[in-house]
């Protein structure tokens, strides 16, 4: 039975994550490769190395920068591997795939969408950071940078996916400016930025939460802990009106534990009374989790 249940979890996740690829290169071919725009990232890079190639050879309206960026995510396939575990490493794999697979089979239109540089740009980094934020749902990446981000998120105290990539990619704009025109490097800047919120935003793990709980019930504290790994801290409370002792539980968490949280704590007390906050800041020994 359990193992029917890891395989859907798993069926379901391999779902988000070819869904998110899909609008990930939806956004790029229709939005931002037509009007001759750059990505960031790992992909971003595979459009300079493409850009270079199709000057030794003639590919034609075959978009080459796909096959590109499957061969840079090689390397990084086995840091995923070794540092990131097996589980993230398969679903990096199905990530970077079907990215590689969906921008080489989606068109670049010859005529694009939309004309407008500022609505192509905005419309095409919500689409691309919503893509890649399911797939970091999911628990993979869509490879390239993401792997390295996901590997300082979780090493690192203050480093988040978003920051790390919009690092990168400042570098690699600063690249960019002695090799195209300022407008081309300015407009793929704002759909960079548009694209990193958007996927901080949609990646819950990047959200700080804290979570107080209300309860009359012993053991959630030590359920809390054995069962999710985070720590708590217990104070004993008492009801102004009622006068009767209560237990108040607070620890912190990321955004995407706290329906697991909300389960574990009503299983023991369904009547517990829970506050939870989002966007806390968090100083000491916080683990950031994929």
């Not at 490769?33 to 493409?50: C, D, E, M, R």
């Not at 990084?76 to 199905?94: D, R």
């Not at 958007?198 to 959200?207: F, G």
Request: glycine share 10%.
């Amino acid at each position: 039975m359990k193992e029917k249940s890891r395989s859907k979890i798993f069926m379901k996740n391999a779902g988000l994550i070819i869904g998110g690829s899909l609008l990930y290169a939806l956004g790029m071919n229709l939005f931002l490769t037509p009007l001759h725009l750059f990505s960031g990232g790992g992909v971003g890079l595979a459009q300079l190395i493409t850009l270079f190639l199709e000057n030794l050879i003639d590919v034609g309206s075959f978009n080459l920068y796909g096959i590109v960026y499957m061969l840079i995510n090689i390397p990084l396939l086995f840091l995923a591997y070794f540092q990131l575990g097996y589980k993230f490493f398969i679903k990096t794999l199905i990530g970077s795939g079907a990215i590689s697979l969906f921008i080489t089979l989606v068109p670049t239109l010859s005529v694009p969408i939309v004309e407008d540089y500022l609505t192509a740009v905005l419309i095409g980094g919500i689409a691309c950071g919503a893509g890649v934020g399911l797939i970091l749902i999911a628990g993979g990446s869509g490879g390239g940078i993401d792997v390295i981000a996901m590997w300082a998120a979780k090493k690192l105290r203050n480093a988040s996916v978003g920051k790390i990539s919009l690092y990168f990619n400042v570098l690699l704009y600063a690249v960019m400016l002695f090799l195209f025109d300022a407008e081309t490097v300015i407009y793929s800047l704002i759909y960079t930025v548009i694209f990193t919120l958007i996927l901080d935003k949609t990646h819950y793990q990047n959200i700080n939460v804290r979570v107080m709980i209300f309860t009359k019930k012993d053991g959630i504290d030590r359920a809390i802990n054995v069962r999710t790994g985070r720590g708590v801290t217990k104070w004993d409370g008492c009801g102004a009106y009622t006068k009767e002792s209560t237990q108040i539980l607070v620890s912190c968490i990321n955004k995407y534990e706290v329906n697991e949280m909300m389960d574990l704590v009503h299983s023991i007390d369904p009547q517990a009374f829970i506050i939870v906050d989002e966007n806390v800041t968090v100083n000491g020994n916080f683990e950031k989790r994929l």
